[in-house]
Nanobody
Framework: QVQLVESGGGLVQPGGSLRLSCAAS????????MSWYRQAPGKEREFIAT????????SYADSVKGRFTISRDNAKNTVYLQMNSLKPEDTAVYFC????????WGQGTQVTVSS
């Protein structure tokens, strides 16, 4: 079955960086676009970034453009989210996702940006 497992979250000071990883299994990874979403307390889940199967097309939410970078390694079945210049408002649970029939989600990883 499809499994998406995020890692790399944690506590970081404003202006710091983190790299999230999402290890995928149970499907042909290179055939599917992969996305990152986040959900802050009391807010709806929001789109952050997406990358096509070959990595040729990438798009970002305006709120993270220029600070976050999505990438993938199809040999490792892993998608990454490099987050730089982090702000307190980036605090959220971050999820990776793929639409395989229905949209599939990982369990999420907590990112807290605080001094």
């Amino acid at each position: 079955q499809v499994q998406l497992v995020e890692s790399g979250g944690g506590l970081v000071q404003p202006g710091g960086s983190l790299r999230l990883s999402c290890a995928a299994s149970g499907f042909i990874f290179s055939s599917y676009a992969m996305s990152w979403y986040r959900q802050a307390p009391g807010k709806e889940r929001e789109f952050i970034a997406t990358i096509t199967g070959t990595g040729g097309i990438i798009s970002y939410a305006d709120s993270v453009k220029g600070r976050f970078t999505i990438s993938r390694d199809n040999a490792k079945n892993t998608v990454y989210l490099q987050m730089n210049s982090l702000k307190p408002e980036d605090t959220a649970v971050y999820f990776c996702s793929a639409r395989i029939g229905v949209r599939q989600w990982g369990q999420g990883t907590q990112v807290t940006v605080s001094s």
